[in-house]
Each structure stands twice: as C-alpha cells, then as structure tokens.
C-alpha cells in the first residue's frame, strides 16, 4: 500500500467517523467536523496532533472573542462589524508574524470569531449555542483524525526526524572535508552554502511536531535546538574561512597559502574515522574522542608553521586570521559532535542553555497583512449590509481564511486562484451530489456511497505537492455545501448563494492581495538589502546573548524567503546575503572576543558608527565607519596586540569586509558590479 493511498484511505475514513459522530450527537453542523478532518489531515502522526492542538487552542481563543463581541456590541450590527474586522486584521498580522503552527493558531483566532458572530449578530441570544456547538464539531474532527491517524497503520514523525538529523550530520562532513581539502570551483561552492543554509531550517518544524507524538522526542527537543545552533555556526565559520581562502588566492599570498596547505591537508583526513563518517550519533563517540585530540595537534602544527614560514607583517597577520579560523572550526566541530552523540543519551541533559531558532520577522509585512485583511473585510460587510445578501458573512468569512492563510505566500495571486479553482470544482460537485446522487440514496451508508469517489478524488489531488491546495480547496467547498444534516434538505438555490459567497469572497482576498502587494522587482530588491543591512545592524547594537544563533537563524531565513519569493533575484541577493552572513560572522566574533568592560567601551562607539551606516546607507557614513574601526584596530594593536589576538583577527576581517562591499553604503550597486571583491561576488 502506497504512503498516498495510505493517506486517502485513512482521511476518508476519519471523515466518515467524524460525520458519524456528529449526526448522533446531533451537532447543529456535522460538515464542519467533516471540514476540519480535511484541514488537519497530515501523513505523519505528529503532525496531525500538532496542528490540531493549535486549532483548539485558535478555536477557543476566536469563540471567546466572538461572545465577548456580542456582548458589547450586540445593539449595534455595524459596530460589531467593524470590532471584528479589526480583530480579523490582528490575527492575521499575527499569521504573517509567526510560522508554522503558531500562525495557523492566529488564523484559526480570526475567522472562527466570524464563523460565530456573523450568524450570532443576527441571534444574539443564541451566541453561546452557537460557540458550543462550533467548538464541538471542531473537537470531534481533531479527535477522530488523531485517533485514526494514531491507530491505523500509523505514519509516526520521529522517524522522519532521525533520519533527517543523520543525513545533516553526514553532508556537512561530507561537504567539511571536501571544502578544507581542495579548492573548489566558487558556483559549486556557493550551490553547496546555500543549500545547507536552507536544509537546517526544516529541521525546526519537524522538532516542534514530533514531540507531540513521542516522549522520546521531548526529552532530545533541547538537544536538537542545540544541533541546530551548532550546525549554523559551524557553517557560517566555514564560509568565513572559504572566503579568506579566495582573498589570499586572488592576492597572491602564496606564501601563506604554502603555510597553510599542508596543515589544511592534514584536517581533512583528521575530520572522519579512516575515511569513514559517522552513520549515526553512536557511531560518533570515537569521532568526538579523535577531535580531542586534534585540538592541540592544531595549535601545536600552526605554531610550527609560523616559525618555518619568514612572513612580512601583512602575511603575518593574514596567517593568524586563518589561524583563528581554522582553530574556531575545530572547537565548533568538536561541539557538534558532541551534541549529536548526545542525542544517543536518553537521560542526557544538555550544558549549555538550548537557543530557539530566531527567525526573520519584520513588522511592515504583518501590518501590510493586517491592513489587507481589515480592508477586504470591511468592503464585504459594507456590501452585506447594504445588499442585506443572507449569505455576505459567509463571503467575509473566506476572505479571512484566504487574507490569513496566503499572507506569507511566496506568489499569493497564484494561490488564491488554485484555491477558486478548487472551490469552483468542489461547488460542480456539491451541485451534483445534492440534486442529482444523495436524493437517490438513504442511510448513513448510502450517503457514504454517494462521497466516496467524490471526497477521494479531492484527496487524490491533496496527496499530490503540486495540487494539495487545489484538492484541500475541493473538499472544503463539497463538505461546506453540502446540506449534511440529520434531515436532509435539498436546495439548490442555497447551494449556489453559498457556493457564489466563498467565490466572491475569494476573489475580494484576491484583489486586496494584487493591491497591498509587493511585486516589482525593484522593490523586492529593495526590501531584502534593506533587511539584510537590518540584522547587521542588530548585530552591532543588540544584546550579546543568544547574538551567533540568533543571527543565523534569521539570516538563513531571510534567504530561505528569497528563494521561495524571488527567484529571479537570486543571482543577484544570494551572493550579498552570503556576504552579510560573513560580515555578520566577523561582527559577533569582536563582541564576543571583547571580554573586559574596558575593550567593550573602546569597540562601542565605533559599533554605533556602523550601525548608523547600515541603517541609513551613505558613502559618509560608510568612510566613518571605517576610519573609526581603522583607529580601533591600530590603537589596540600597538597598545597590547598579545592580550588581543582573536579581537584583533576579528576585527581586521570585520574591515576588509566593509572595505571590500561597496553596496552596503549604496543599495543601488549591483553586487556583481562591486569594484573589486570577492565578499560580494
């Protein structure tokens, strides 16, 4: 049986319980158990749980809002309307401000406030049944996809996780030994950073899902926040140090580079057992015992080499920089490993507090969100009321889910139009089986006879990536539709009046989508520099705690979005968002390696400097900024360069970074066209 077929078979039959149940317990909605089984259907277990333990927690919190509503506004419809668009507005800025399952929680807090009040406003004596009985059918289609999910053949997540933990682990040594051992060709090189910048990101969701499902899992959650931590910045020195490899070879330093290369030849061999890579996280425990040792097989073989080599003052100091690096590298693999051969340890408790994973947030983007969905709210009641059209709340109500659900949507017009086109099929079906199928059938089995092919050919098209929101889009306008009561009634005027409500709902989303939108080129191009340039800024300025992963995870995120949003800006903003990440990396190196409050409060005007140039670009700015890291750097290097080391590798990478990227001080420099650097190519 194949993992589609596994799927199709066990939502229909979900579905078909959740129906069940309803029609005995008498639920003034059955098909909205049947709907939410649709929604929350998911392969994995975990999954499956997780998301509906967030839409409880959204249903409770939008049932609350709506009887609070209606209990100060229930005089005036026009008021509530208004309350509740603006209610509408904060869920969704709060969708487009979080991720994954918290998002889903607000949006769920947004139109089930409307499901409730649109029909309540009209019935205000009737809210709290009506919050009851919403909060019940919700419940009853949770439950039913969690325990058949659970017991039939269960899909578990865990599994999933392990095994994508393992494949991280593997090609990042894979990829290690490879990038210290041999120059590589600088597409392939970039191709590789990317992907693993993007890989580590999907770890996260899969951790916050899992623990729903298996102890086991709970317990490693913290641990597994720290593999992730670790992975990041042990890429991120990495790529510091395959930059610094091509700077000294585009210079001609080949005396530093003969310095280094028998020493970078030797750790490449040292980085696996005999060639042999770890498999799993008890295979690394020897690992973990050999890079003990490595650590001051290194300090001793570049101090060796230092000696060897005659060095003139500038190759000395391009010699300690990769010095610093190679020695960083190290110490962060030693952590990884050793972070991941905990994972082995069931009742093994973590040293170091566990950092979440920070990703990019910016609040114009869910106040745009928040504003689009207000808006488009607020012209649907306006039509409602003035048509006093029976079926507007339904169409508002669509516009909050479409407003909430694509408002971080790589291309939201194209996937408002796949959800119409499958609310549009699923309106040709439900029209079908209400006038022509269900009146010919009777009982509980005939009416599961009727949906049969209907709803498995909607999840048929779920199963698929290409088409899941075309087939999710169809069974939510077949089982809304539908008239599935315990006493059927077959209309088919309502059918269509609710069929053109979520049509015209959808297209009102849409439109707002196509007006509050931002789809030039050059103002994508725009957006992004300007973020990227933020998080330097941040860097400069925000607090040392958690400052490495909490930059990593927003980076990393940031061009995780300009692949999914921007593609044809990605041979254009890839390089620069390396760049910011390298420039990043040698900025929390000098505030960490700044120890005593003395060198703190030398390092913390010229930091200022920095941060007014990134924030609001300038040649002026930018030339300041180096002239005070400049006096910095010369100040403590002939003040007391031994006390300093790492400060004074950091800082001088810091500069020639911002030496080497024009284009931080003027946004409009295409990277490619930066005179001169290999920071920004």
Not at 337 to 365: E, W
Request: glycine share 6%; proline share 5%; net charge positive.
């Amino acid at each position: 049986m194949t993992e589609s077929t596994l799927f199709i078979g066990k939502t229909f039959l979900a579905a078909l319980l959740a129906l069940f149940i309803s029609f005995r317990l008498q639920l003034a909605a059955p098909s909205t158990a049947m709907v939410t089984v649709f929604i929350i259907a998911q392969p994995q277990s975990g999954l499956i749980i997780a998301k509906g333990f967030y839409r409880i927690l959204g249903t409770s919190v939008g049932s609350l809002m709506s009887v609070l509503l209606i209990a100060l506004c229930a005089q005036s419809p026009a008021l509530f309307l208004f309350c509740l668009s603006l209610w509408v507005g904060l869920c969704v800025a709060g969708a487009a401000w979080f991720r994954d399952f918290q998002a889903y929680a607000f949006m769920l807090a947004g139109y089930t406030a409307c499901l409730i009040g649109f029909p309540a406003i009209q019935h205000p004596d009737a809210t709290f049944s009506l919050a009851i009985n919403r909060v019940s059918e919700i419940y009853v289609g949770i439950l039913c996809t969690a325990i058949i999910g659970d017991v039939l053949w269960p899909q578990r997540l865990t599994p999933l996780l392990v095994q994508r933990v393992r494949q991280q682990y593997h090609d990042l040594l894979s990829f290690l030994q490879k990038a210290v051992a041999t120059p590589l060709d600088h597409s392939i090189q970039d191709d590789d950073a990317i992907a693993f910048v993007v890989r580590i990101l999907e770890l996260e969701p899969l951790r916050a899902a899992a623990i729903f499902e298996d102890p086991q899992s709970r317990l490693r959650s913290d641990r597994l926040r720290l593999f992730s931590a670790d992975f990041m910045r042990l890429t991120s020195t990495l790529h510091a140090l395959q930059q610094m490899g091509r700077r000294l070879r585009a210079q001609g330093q080949l005396t530093v580079l003969a310095a280094l290369r028998p020493i970078i030849d030797s750790l490449a061999g040292e980085m696996s057992l005999q060639g042999h890579i770890p498999q799993c996280a008890a295979e690394a425990s020897p690992l973990l015992r050999q890079l003990t040792s490595l650590r001051p097989w290194l300090a001793q073989r570049l101090s060796d080499a230092g000696q060897r080599y005659v060095l003139n003052t500038a190759e000395l100091q391009d010699f300690q920089d990769a010095s610093a690096l190679l020695t960083r590298l190290v110490d962060e693999l030693f952590t990884l490993t050793a972070t991941y051969a905990s994972l082995l340890d069931r009742r093994h408790r973590p040293t170091r507090p566990a950092p979440r994973l920070n990703l990019f947030t910016a609040r114009g983007d869910a106040l745009i969100a928040g504003l689009r969905a207000v808006l488009a709210m607020l012209a649907l009641n306006a039509f409602w009321i003035s048509t006093a059209w029976p079926q507007g709340g339904g169409a508002a109500t669509i516009a909050c889910v479409a407003c909430a659900l694509f408002a971080t949507a790589p291309q939201p017009q194209r996937a408002v139009l796949q959800m119409g086109l499958g609310f549009a099929l699923g309106l040709i079906a439900a029209t079908l089986l209400n006038l022509v199928v269900l009146p010919l059938l009777s009982g509980f089995a005939g009416l599961a006879l009727g949906l049969l092919p209907f709803i498995c050919g909607g999840l048929w098209l779920a199963s698929r990536p290409t088409s899941a929101g075309l087939g999710i889009a169809f069974c939510m306008m077949l089982s809304n539709a539908l008239p599935l009561q315990n006493f059927m009634h077959y209309d088919g005027v309502l059918l269509l009046n609710n069929g053109l409500s979520q049509l015209l709902g959808l297209s009102v989303a849409g439109i707002a989508f196509s007006l509050l939108q931002r789809s030039q080129v050059a103002q994508q191009r725009r957006y992004y520099h300007r973020h990227l340039t933020q998080q330097l800024a941040d860097v400069c300025a925000g607090r040392r705690r958690h400052l490495p992963h909490r930059f990593d995870g927003r980076i990393r995120d940031l061009m995780r979005l300009i692949l999914q949003r921007s593609p044809a800006l990605v041979p254009e903003l890839m390089p620069r968002a390396l760049a910011v990440l390298e420039f990043g990396d040698a900025l929390i190196d000098m505030r960490l390696q700044a120890g005593d409050v003395a060198t703190r409060a030398a390092l913390r005007p010229s930091l200022a400097l920095l941060a007014a140039a990134l924030r609001r670009p300038s040649w002026q700015r930018r030339e300041q900024a180096i002239a005070s890291l400049t006096e910095l750097l010369q100040r403590l290097d002939s003040a007391a360069p031994a006390e300093h080391p790492a400060l004074l590798a950091a800082l001088r990478r810091a500069l020639r970074i911002l030496t080497d990227t024009p284009w931080l001080a003027a946004p409009d420099i295409p990277a490619t066209d930066a005179p001169g650097v290999l920071y920004a190519t």
